[in-house]
Structure formats: structure tokens, C-alpha cells
T-cell receptor, first 112, second 112 residues
Framework: QQQVKQSPQSLIVQKGGIPIINCAYE??????FPWYQQFPGKGPALLIA?????SEKKEGRFTISFNKSAKQFSLHIMDSQPGDSATYFC???????????FGAGTRLAVHP | EAGVTQSPTHLIKTRVQQATLRCSPI?????VYWYQQALGLGLQFLLW???????NRGNFPPRFSGRQFPNYSSELNVNALELEDSALYLC???????????FGSGTRLTVV
């Protein structure tokens, strides 16, 4: 019940495309859903986060869509660029234990 | 504002030895979290420290331990090293009971 399932494992898109990464969870106590971006040799960096009382949040070219009833959330990257090539992790947390549970990650490659 | 700093960047140890990894959180952050990221895998929660106390522990054996100092910096100790302990160890900090993790760049531990 503590798991966060992420798909796909890897994704290849052309420059300008809109990659979509999906995550699902079971624990209804989760109340914070961030996305992290990680480049090789670096730690993950927070991209964008959403709370379950909001269905969509946009920050620049990054959008989170949240479906509370389906217990799913997704990341869309608009007008993707080669510099967006990285591994993306979704995560979830609750007040109960205040730790982030991460999905397995999606390796994104944006080709020029 | 200085970010989360981890040292050393790389560490090579032999089996059975002990490794000590260090983390300095962002100024004002009192919570420190440790994660293990094995090659090509996701982030596995190890330990959470807050106000000098261990608050939560992941599914790791007791030879993984740590502590938090009065200045909120933290150490992760791994005793009796095994080959499968080879991984990137990430430290994150956040304000008390908040979800805004900021990660350091990690320590790459290699056990030979």
C-alpha cells in the first residue's frame, strides 16, 4: 500500500513532443505528490508538486494532472527539448510518516 | 543560499569495512533524510532524523545506522559492507514536518 507505481520505464520523443509519465498509488493518506528530475551524477531536483485538492498545476512547460478518484497523477512536458533528457521520478508523502515514497523512475530521451 | 552538501563525493571500500557518509542540510532545515539509489534503480528510503532523533527507518538491516548532530548535520554509517551496498547515497533536508525535500548530489559508494 506504500508503493507508487510509475510508467513507462523509458520514453523517447522528438523535440517539441509532449512526453507523458504516469503514476498510481494506493494509500489514500498520501497528500503531497511531487515530481523530481535527475541528471546523471546529480541528486534529484524538485520540479513541481501538487496537493490532492487540485486537479491540475502548471509551472512553465511542466504540468501535473491529478485524478483523486482514480488515485493517479501524471506529468506532461510541453514543447520538450533535448535538455529535458533526464530521469523523472514521481513521489508521494503523507503526514503520518513524513517521508517521500518514490516511483521507479522514467528515463526520458528527447531527440533533436 | 547554500544547498545540501554531502561528502565525500566518491568512496571506495572493501567488503567488511565500514563507511561513513556526511551530510550538511540547508540552513534552517532541521530534518535530514537518507536514501539509497542502486544503479538504474529508484530511491529507497533509509532513515529520517529530526531534532537529533531517528524518526523513521526504512527496510534496511541494522548495519545501516546514523545520527544527527546538534547543528542538524548528519552521518550515515554502513558497517560490515557487502558488495550490494554499492550505490549512490542521497541526503535530503526539509523544514520540520514539511514535504519540500532538497537533495544533495550524493556520495557514490563502491564496495569491492
Amino acid at each position: 500500500q506504500q508503493q507508487v507505481k510509475q510508467s513507462p520505464q523509458s520514453l523517447i520523443v522528438q523535440k517539441g513532443g509532449i512526453p507523458i509519465i504516469n503514476c498510481a498509488y494506493e494509500n489514500t493518506a498520501f497528500d503531497y505528490f511531487p515530481w523530481y528530475q535527475q541528471f546523471p551524477g546529480k541528486g534529484p531536483a524538485l520540479l513541481i508538486a501538487i496537493r490532492p485538492d487540485v486537479s491540475e498545476k502548471k509551472e512553465g512547460r511542466f504540468t501535473i494532472s491529478f485524478n483523486k478518484s482514480a488515485k493517479q497523477f501524471s506529468l506532461h512536458i510541453m514543447d520538450s527539448q533535448p535538455g529535458d533528457s533526464a530521469t523523472y521520478f514521481c513521489a508521494a508523502a503523507s503526514k503520518v510518516n513524513n517521508k517521500l515514497i518514490f516511483g521507479a523512475g522514467t528515463r526520458l530521451a528527447v531527440h533533436p | 543560499e547554500a544547498g545540501v552538501t554531502q561528502s565525500p563525493t566518491h568512496l571506495i571500500k572493501t567488503r567488511v569495512q565500514q563507511a561513513t557518509l556526511r551530510c550538511s542540510p540547508i540552513s534552517g532545515h532541521t530534518s535530514v533524510y537518507w536514501y539509497q539509489q542502486a544503479l538504474g534503480l529508484g530511491l529507497q528510503f533509509l532513515l529520517w532524523y529530526d531534532e537529533g532523533e531517528e524518526r523513521n527507518r526504512g527496510n534496511f538491516p541494522p548495519r545501516f545506522s546514523g545520527r544527527q548532530f546538534p547543528n542538524y548535520s548528519s552521518e550515515l554509517n554502513v558497517n560490515a559492507l557487502e558488495l550490494e551496498d554499492s550505490a549512490l547515497y542521497l541526503c535530503a533536508s526539509s523544514p520540520v514536518l514539511a514535504y519540500g525535500y532538497t537533495f544533495g548530489s550524493g556520495t557514490r559508494l563502491t564496495v569491492v
